[in-house]
């Protein structure tokens, strides 16, 4: 059996690639912008399983690559959240 970090590594490389595809072959403007989060969400979880260090050792022995995780997060829920805004604007401009 593969070891959890490799899991989650590959898990995270594959939504990555999954998000990767969607962006470059949608059209639509609300499908890019969430597979690009589907992106994120793939190299959050590699963040995590490099920074996992095994069930015996301390909790967070490194706290960085937490820190990251979760400032890359809030990141992407405000990126997401202007990019849904302009789009919103981008459209109400075009039916004018």
């Known amino acids: 059996m593969l070891p959890a970090e490799i899991i989650f ?3 995270g490389v594959g939504l990555f690639t999954l ?3 969607a ?3 949608h059209g639509s403007l609300l ?3 969430l597979a ?3 992106c994120g969400a793939g190299v959050f979880l590699m963040f995590v399983s490099i920074a996992y260090q095994g069930a015996a050792a301390m909790p967070v022995p490194d706290p960085v690559p937490h820190a990251l995780v979760l400032t890359g997060i809030v990141v ?3 990126a997401t959240a202007l990019a849904l805004a302009l789009g919103r604007r981008l459209r109400e401009s075009a039916d004018e």
Do not use: E, H, K
């Open 9 to 11: 590594g590959l898990t």
């Open 76 to 78: 992407a829920v405000s």
């Open 31 to 33: 499908a890019r912008i």
């Open 36 to 38: 690009i989060n589907v």
């Open 23 to 25: 962006t470059l072959l």
């Open 19 to 21: 998000g990767l595809r």
